[in-house]
């Protein structure tokens, strides 16, 4: 194996440099852990940022890709395929939607709900003049049209112009989403608990307004749940703990738990919108990814994995709300839902994400000045006793702006 500064070194070489990398060349996982290329092990509270529910290196679930792999990689959706029904089908009952299509991530994911919400309204009033209502703050993704409805304007403003016609209003205030509906207004779309903009949680009022808006205008709500979907929250779909359904959901992350997948789904009425010819993917809903996903609901239900969540969550907020209280002169807040948690702090977070890795802890940042934290759902509370002590040295390795000492 090649040495770490070796790997790096050849990485800056060849790829775009898109992601600010830390210095870390990880190897391989087990359960809550991943090894680096020395065979450091670190406790991982970031999960690929929300994506191994399952933990790392789960048995049952690389049986079932390692013998999808052996059969049928690959297809096209020329033609039925077995995997891709076992999936639509667990999604739909999880999901409480009628039809689904998958991708490949999240960020398509949305692009097929703003197509489906704009044919929809196309189909209903025969001009394409609609517009789509976001929220600021929010995170969509970072193709043109996910980028369009993003709210912070650092991500879009180099790559204008974008789609076109989108509002944004404030996140948690009906009053700023009523000021901005009008005759031409398709859709709504809203991240049910924020990810990248803060973990910030929508309030039951504000989601059931929304919805309620929606509803009396003939709108349509779309949820983002690519990040707070999956169990996350202790409910299969985060927009299930408060009692709301909406016209479209996204997922990814979590739904494959490692293969790069996604989805976008709808009621049977929405749905009926796109037609052949409208909408497509060639490796969307391939059987490999199928067959992760199909594993994925299963391993759901036979681990417990939403009662694990409900169980070790509140110890979760319990433990971060003491390490706010400890260091009230420099943790502003901490917030979020289940096992989608954060820490805001009066500086920059990397320092202390950078010194957390020094001590065997991974966690990421959600902006600037939060720390994320989303373990894997099988989580236990001795995980969280470990983050914890992990975490207090990491802060103390930096000074009061946040800066390593």
């Known amino acids: 194996m090649p040495e770490t500064k070796q790997i790096i070194d050849r990485a800056e070489k060849v790829l775009m440099h898109t992601y600010g990398r830390y210095p870390l060349v990880l190897e391989r996982g087990e359960g809550m852990y991943v090894y680096d290329n020395d065979g450091k092990q670190y406790l991982d509270f970031a999960s690929g940022i929300g994506v191994f529910a399952l933990g790392y290196n789960n048995p049952e679930y690389n049986k079932a890709v390692s013998e999808q792999l052996c059969k049928l990689t690959h297809t096209s959706n020329y033609y039925y395929c077995l995997k891709s029904v076992e999936a639509a ?58 980028v369009t409805v993003t709210g912070t304007e650092s991500y879009r403003i180099p790559f204008e112009p ?21 005759e031409r207004t398709c859709a709504v779309i809203m991240e049910t608990l924020q990810g990248e903009g803060g973990i910030n949680p929508a309030t039951v009022d504000f989601i059931k307004g929304v919805r309620e808006l929606c509803t009396k205008n003939g709108i349509l709500l779309i949820l983002d749940e690519v990040q707070c979907g999956m169990g996350r929250s202790g409910a299969m779909f985060c927009y299930q703990k408060f009692g709301v359904k909406p016209d479209i959901v996204t997922s990814a992350k979590g739904l494959g738990s490692g293969v790069p997948v996604g989805a976008f789904a709808a009621t049977e009425e929405v749905a009926a919108a796109l037609v052949p010819g409208d909408h497509g993917s060639t490796y969307g809903g391939n059987p490999l990814v199928c067959a992760a996903v199909s594993k994925v609901f299963d391993l759901f239900e036979e681990l417990h994995l939403l009662d694990n969540v409900n169980s070790v969550a509140p110890y979760l907020t319990e433990t971060l709300l003491k390490i706010k209280e400890k ?31 020094d001590n065997g802890l991974i966690t990421i940042a959600a902006g600037k000045n939060v720390i994320r934290f989303l373990p894997p759902l099988i989580a236990s509370k001795a995980d969280v006793d470990e983050m914890a002590e992990k975490l207090e040295k990491a802060i103390n390795a930096v000074d009061k702006e946040g800066n390593l000492k």
């Open 162 to 182: 974008l789609i076109g016609n989108v509002k944004f209003a404030d996140f948690n205030d009906l009053e700023s989403v009523k000021a901005l509906v009008t």
């Open 327 to 357: 260091h009230s002169d420099i943790i502003v807040e901490q917030r979020g839902i289940g096992f989608m948690q954060g820490l805001e702090f009066r500086f920059d977070v990397h320092g202390i994400v950078k010194a957390g890795m």
């Open 89 to 146: 089908e667990k999604f739909t009952k999880a999901s409480g939607m009628d039809r689904v299509f998958f991708t490949n991530s999240g960020t398509e994911a949305v692009e097929g709900a703003l197509k489906l919400a704009r044919k929809y309204y196309y189909n209903k009033h025969g001009v394409a003049d609609s517009e789509i209502i976001s929220m600021q703050h929010s995170f969509h993704g970072r193709s043109m049209g996910s």
